[in-house]
């Protein structure tokens, strides 16, 4: 009997598990591939012409894996995920109305996506799924004012690409690849395949009949898979294999079962603990070997039924270090700008007996322990805007209103929802005015200047007619001043004429403003020659009344207001003096109702009148016939025809009534 054994010593080892093989994982993550078992999809969305609202960024097809979207820059935009069939939002759905996600797992699509927001750094958000998904998925941007760009990966397995090493269902080569078998752990939520430290024990499917078996797995990828994308990460898949089968790789060839020679079981002690802390369990080790050499063979070459018992033995019963342990994030303070959000940070330790208990703060001293609470952003916050000016008052006289638009918007312009506004801060609408007194009557200037220099001639006036009362008739016309009239001067031959200078420099250049000129009283004889009239009895021989001004306002043309006033009331007596009223305005070129009047030029709006002592108008028959006349009076019998006849005298000075114009 020959048994030929070759030691091969420590060399790399491929995506495979083999020695020497020298295989890498493709694009594709198959290994040894030639990146045509899939379709590989990237790109960078950099559209900024956008509004603030959903925008399509890629759609992500069914079956995809490797799934990862990344925000280029931290921005005030937010990612969002939506199935393409149904159109359910995954995440961010609720952005619209204030309420983004927070960083979390969620699950969609037939697998789990993992959404970071970072806070207070210049990175952006991201996305990522191991995959595969079972729907198409939309990524949508929600806008707003920019976008750093969006890059996105995945990859789409071909339906006719051969499978991985790893798989079920393997073509074997021609020296025999292990069957990996696959364990199915779970990650952080998401499901991981990894083969199996059985895979050491593997039986060989093809001949020649030659075996590997595993003493040492130093360099030794359990697993072809490639590793997985967590965040901006990667972290290797988890190693399966224990310490006891890190020996040298002994590989026996041989032609038929008795080249192994006497085999026999050895117990090779424990092997190390299952648990570092809270209690764990630790078995021996018990390995079918050859009498020779000492070097492990398969269990198949042993008595089964001699094969000695496991022997279990509990192992590292002390308590775990404490750890710090969080809840997910509350929702945002508030609905739009920056808030707060908190979640709940306790101190938990692991006992033996499988279970977790909160302890005191005290338990994690040393440990970095994670903020409680932070500053979140929302959506950006709109604001009241008034959008034009006051309207014109809703009246043409009297007390109205005037109104304003107001209306909520973004930073950019766009108009949003009242209720996305605070209320309380809202902008009035509406403000009452003032248009002036409801009126409705007829409205005179001063007369103008004889239109002849002797004999007669004619002045003129304007008259109007203000109804800012929107009477239906108007002004009666009967009532309507006159606009013209008749008037005369003196008979001609030598006259007597005020002459006066050019007006001098205005004091100001708005209406307030005051000129002056000298006027002089000269004397013109029919033949034309003038002179400086001289005084008689100092007095000047022109006529007072008709002496022009010697100062007037100046500049008003920016104002172009003046007054205007209706005809004198009739007298309220006929004698003893009593008082009469006109109505006084200060109205612009357009008849409007104006405040820029001098109000020192204002005409008098009352003044006495009919002062005449009623005694000179007396009538020399009205007498008193009795003697008692002034009890009459007290008594108020003068209202009585009998008593104001007897007592004329006394009841006419009493009250005035017989003068009395009605």
């Known amino acids: 009997m020959m048994i030929i054994v070759s030691v091969t010593f420590f060399q790399t080892t491929g995506c495979d598990g083999i020695m020497g093989s020298r295989l890498t994982l493709d694009n594709c993550g198959l290994c040894g591939g030639d990146g045509t078992s899939c379709t590989v999809g990237h790109g960078i969305f950099r559209n900024e012409a956008l509004t603030n609202d959903f925008h399509l960024v890629v759609t992500i097809p069914v079956g995809s894996t490797r799934i990862n979207i990344t925000e280029r820059a931290q921005s005030r935009s937010f990612l969002a995920l939506r199935s393409r069939p149904s159109g359910h939002f995954f995440i961010n759905g609720k952005l619209a109305k204030g309420s983004p996600d927070p960083s ?58 051969p499978p991985s090493v790893g798989s079920t269902n393997l073509d074997h080569n021609r020296d025999g690849l292990l069957d990996q078998r696959v364990d199915t752990e779970t990650l952080d939520g998401l499901d991981r395949s990894y083969p199996s430290a059985a895979s050491a024990n593997s039986v060989f499917n093809h001949p020649p009949l030659r075996r590997n078996y595993y003493n040492s797995y130093e360099n030794v990828n359990p697993h072809p898979y490639p590793p997985f994308r967590q965040g901006s990460r990667f972290h290797p898949a988890p190693q399966s294999l224990d310490a006891t089968q890190k020996r040298d790789l002994v590989e026996i060839s041989r032609e038929d079962r008795n080249n192994i020679g006497l085999t026999n079981w050895e117990n090779q002690g424990f092997g190390s603990c299952s648990r570092s802390c809270a209690g764990g369990i630790k078995q ?31 192992c590292n019963r002390q308590s775990c270090p404490a750890f710090y342990d969080v809840g997910p994030w509350s929702d945002c303070s508030r609905t739009c700008g920056y808030g707060r959000r908190t979640r709940k940070v306790v101190c938990k330790q692991q006992f033996p007996g499988n279970f977790t208990a909160v302890v005191s703060h005290k338990k994690c001293r040393g440990r970095a322990r994670p903020r409680p609470q932070e500053r979140c952003r929302m959506r950006e916050c709109a604001r009241w805007e008034v959008v034009g000016e006051w309207s014109q008052c809703s009246a043409n006289c009297g007390s109205g209103t005037q109104t304003r638009m107001i209306a909520c918007k973004l930073g950019n312009g766009r108009v949003m929802p009242d209720g996305l506004c605070p209320a309380a801060r809202r902008p009035t609408p509406t403000k009452s005015c003032d248009a002036g007194p409801c009126l409705t009557g007829w409205y005179v200037t001063d007369w103008q200047e004889c239109s002849a220099d002797c004999d007669r001639g004619i002045q003129r006036r304007n008259v109007f007619c203000i109804n800012t009362a929107q009477s239906v008739t108007g002004c009666p016309s009967p009532t309507e001043p006159n606009s013209t009239r008749s008037c005369a001067r003196n008979s001609c031959g030598t006259k007597y004429e005020w002459f006066a200078g050019q007006w001098g420099t205005c004091s100001s250049k708005c209406g307030n403003g005051v000129q002056e000129r000298k006027v002089t009283c000269l004397s013109v004889t029919p033949e034309g020659a003038m002179a400086v009239a001289e005084l008689v009895d100092g007095r000047t021989q022109c006529d007072v009344r008709e002496k022009p001004a010697t100062e007037q306002a100046c500049n008003t043309q920016a104002c172009g ?4 006033y209706t005809p004198w009331t009739e007298c309220s007596v006929s004698c003893g ?14 008849r409007h109702f104006s405040s820029l009047c001098n109000i020192a030029e204002k005409p008098k709006d009352a003044e006495r009148c009919n002062t005449v002592s009623c005694h000179s108008l007396q009538d020399p028959n009205c007498q008193d016939e009795l003697p008692n006349c002034k009890t009459v009076l007290q008594a108020r019998f003068c209202g009585y025809d009998f008593y104001r006849k007897k007592c004329c005298h006394t009841c006419s000075n009493g009250r005035g009534a017989p003068y009395r114009q009605h």
């Open 561 to 564: 207001s003046r007054w205007h």
């Open 104 to 161: 979390h797992s969620y699950r969609a699509a037939g697998t789990f996506f993992v959404y970071d927001r970072p806070f207070q750094s210049l990175k952006g958000e991201s996305i990522w799924a191991e995959g595969p998904t079972n729907e198409d998925i939309d990524v949508l941007i929600y806008f707003q004012r920019e976008n750093p760009g969006i890059e996105y990966d995945y990859i789409v397995p071909r339906a006719t690409a």
């Open 577 to 590: 003096g009593g008082s009469r009223t006109r109505d006084v305005q200060c109205l612009d070129e357009n």
């Open 284 to 314: 021996t080790i018990i390995r079918c070997v050859s009498t020779e050499s000492r070097a492990p063979v398969e269990d198949r070459y042993c008595d089964a039924d001699s094969k000695p018992t496991v022997r279990k033995r509990r």
